[in-house]
């Protein structure tokens, strides 16, 4: 008998603290400072517009209208996104969860709008994990392609 519950423990325990902790904690780094989003870590699964290094970097997003109207545009392009939650929106910022299908592995998307030069930084960050398998750069070419779709 002891011997059962030994090793439905040897189970359960790994599966659980893995389904559990999938989400991560919201990292303290998000947002804006001093003009810039958080900077990406070695490990490849983040993308930020902000990166000079070429296996972290993609481009910003321009935009045309004002900048309310472009966070409304944006807001409408994540949120026909699957399994997408809108988490703070300012004046100037957006910050959005998207959870994978499986296990609800989260990533953070961040987009800081710049009025001036009429460009949307962009940060697509996993939580946990070293790989992303490519899992944020396509996103923010999908988001990138509706964007430019909109007319926006």
Not at 21 to 32: D, K, M
Not at 79 to 87: A, V
Not at 93 to 111: G, I, K, M, P, R
Not at 112 to 125: E, G
Request: hydrophobic share 40%; with cysteine; proline share 5%.
């Amino acid at each position: 008998m002891r011997a059962i519950i030994m090793k439905s423990l040897a189970i359960m325990l790994p599966t659980s603290i893995l389904i559990i902790g999938c989400t991560g904690g919201r990292p303290a780094s998000l947002g804006v400072r001093d003009g810039k989003l958080a900077p990406c870590p070695s490990s490849p699964n983040c993308v930020s517009s902000q990166s000079t290094d070429k296996d972290h970097a993609v481009q910003p997003l321009p935009y045309f209208s004002t900048t309310p109207e472009a966070i409304a545009g944006l807001r409408k392009i994540i949120l026909q996104m699957k399994r997408t939650k809108i988490i703070t929106e300012t004046n100037s910022y957006l910050h959005a969860e998207f959870a994978s299908a499986l296990w609800h592995f989260v990533d953070d998307v961040e987009f800081s709008f710049d009025d001036h030069a009429k460009l949307i930084q962009v940060r697509s960050a996993s939580r946990l994990g070293y790989s992303d398998f490519g899992v944020n750069r396509k996103r923010v070419e999908a988001i990138r392609a509706a964007w430019q779709a909109s007319g926006k």
